[in-house]
């Protein structure tokens, strides 16, 4: 049996895969047609790893858009073919090859899971930091996704470039990086249910990490944690970084900052130390070095 993911010299030299079968969570997958020729990606950021490596011409539909403004019927070209996760109907509908998903939960139960979709022929792909139990190494995370879909849609050459490309934004920001104390930052995530935000095994530690800052609650072993305004106060990070997203857009969280008679006392808010940043930008994805750099120079140029 051939196995895709364990030819990293075809990566490397840019040389064709010819394997049926790839690693995925840990998991072997089993490719029914080579390349895949109908993809259906069922979040923004698993778009965005397609349309990267070039293979814009094989999406067939693309679902669950995040970042405020992205548009809601063509995402560079590709229909939209629903706001949120496709029904099973609409999704059997565009007679997909292979569905890619950015987090756990695009793959529901029955027929649409991934064992679900494998027996009705279709291969499935989960981005391997949405994989259960994943370990919180993002970027080699990023790094295995580009090698294993480079390979599954014959985009081993450009699949090297956007790793190269990457590592070189990581040293570029690693550069930026002053010798002092890193700026202390505080994420908001959403002020829908409170103020959420990401703990030290999320990627917002990684990102700010890469770009020389420190996430205010990285000392937290959690994913998401969600901070009273009391214990936000008593830290009183640097600079506030805010997700913009469709459901809690950044514009929104300003303005409970900033009328807040607590929130509005804090020192990133009186000097308006606050970054808005598109929430796939605050997900591990093929562009999150350049993010992690942009980041820093942002950080850099603050008074």
């Known amino acids: 049996m051939r196995r895709l993911l364990f030819l990293a010299g075809a990566l490397l030299c840019g040389s064709p895969a010819l394997a049926d079968d790839y690693r995925n969570c840990g998991e072997i997958w089993h490719l029914p047609a080579s390349p895949p020729s109908r993809i259906v990606a069922l979040n923004q950021h698993a778009a965005d790893l397609v349309l990267a490596l070039g293979a814009g011409s094989t999406l067939a539909g693309v679902a669950y858009l995040d970042d405020t403004g992205a548009p809601q019927t063509e995402y560079f ?6 706001h949120r996760y496709p029904s099973s109907e609409v999704l059997y509908a565009l007679k997909p090859d292979l569905v890619v998903g950015g987090f756990a939960t695009a793959f529901g139960n029955g027929v649409t899971s991934r064992s679900g979709l494998g027996r009705n ?8 930091s949405a994989c259960n139990g994943h370990s919180l190494d993002y970027f080699e995370h990023i790094r295995r996704d580009l090698l294993t ?32 104390k890193p700026l202390s930052v505080f994420y908001l995530d959403s002020e829908v249910k409170g103020l959420d935000s990401e703990g030290g095994r999320g990627f917002v530690t990684t990102l700010l990490t890469a770009a020389g800052a420190r ?20 830290s009183d990070p640097d600079v506030i970084l805010l997700a913009d997203a469709q459901w809690s857009p950044a514009s929104r ?12 006392t804090l020192r990133a808010v ?18 999150s070095a350049r993010v992690a750099l942009e980041l820093a120079e942002r950080l850099r140029a603050l008074p």
């Open 121 to 128: 022929g279709v291969a499935t792909y989960l981005l391997e």
């Open 215 to 234: 996430n205010l609650f990285a000392g937290i072993n959690q994913y998401r944690l969600t901070v009273s305004r009391e214990t936000l106060l008593a």
């Open 270 to 287: 009186r000097e308006d130390r606050m970054i808005d940043i598109p929430f796939t930008h605050l997900l591990p994805t093929v562009g």
């Open 149 to 180: 879909l480079g390979g599954l849609l014959h985009k081993q050459q450009r699949a090297k470039e956007l790793r190269d490309a990457m590592d070189a934004d990581l040293n570029k920001a690693k550069a930026l990086t002053g010798s002092g």
């Open 77 to 82: 070209g590709v229909p939209v073919i629903s």
């Open 253 to 264: 969280k300003r303005q409970l900052l900033m009328q807040d008679p607590v929130l509005s």
